[in-house]
């Protein structure tokens, strides 16, 4: 694949052999994004489990200490006195049956996140075959269904993100953008990767961090060492 001058220029910048410490890392990341727009900043995180098995999945949620950066568009799916207290919050779409319809027949997705009340659940699950794939189906492990729905849309705003394993044992995560710096990017990453490590299945057996890297959206990645977070 062939790379602009921009990318090879950052890419010397970056040495591919060796394991940056994280604030290193982090501070490349802001050095190498040097796009006009303001660029996202991602880590990938590779775990030593094995996905397919039940006892060692690796999912939760955390508010980042520096949010994400992003706008956070919430769709809530309540009731009554539910439905008042998500308004309130600042929800931007509320509703019920007729936003489940809105979804099943038009294809609508203009959200991105959707949280939920437990009784709720029923009528949302409807809707697996078309959130699941998309990674926005409601889960109680990710704190999207919920009887606090008011603290839950307060959270997401506040730049709670979700962390979960793919079928390749990798995390990817966004910890914000390249104008936040070096040292609010590095907080939201020792966030996370702390709450990765204490969510170590016990079944995990071996080293539990095998490898992480950061990179901005147009820029290299750059390799952390894995004995050196959390």
Known sequence: MKHGKKYVDNMKL?????????????????????SKFDETVEVHVKLGVDSRHADQQVRGAIVLPNG???????????????????????????GAEEMVQKIQTENWMDFDILITTPDMMGLVGRLGKVLGPRGLMPNPKAGT??????????????????????????????IGKVSFGGQKLLENFDALLGAIVKAKPAASKGQYVKSCVVASTMGPGVRINPNKVG
């Open 145 to 174: 269904v919920t009887r606090e729905i008011g603290k839950a849309i307060a959270e997401a705003k506040a730049g709670k993100i979700e962390y979960r394993l793919d079928k390749t044992n990798i995390i990817h995560c966004t």
């Open 68 to 94: 994400t950066g992003k706008k956070v568009r919430v769709l809530a799916i309540c009731k009554g006195d539910a439905a008042k207290e998500a308004e309130e919050a600042g929800a931007e779409f509320v």
């Open 14 to 34: 970056v040495d591919r052999t060796k394991l940056y410490d994280a604030n290193e890392a982090l501070d490349l990341c802001v050095k190498t994004g040097t």
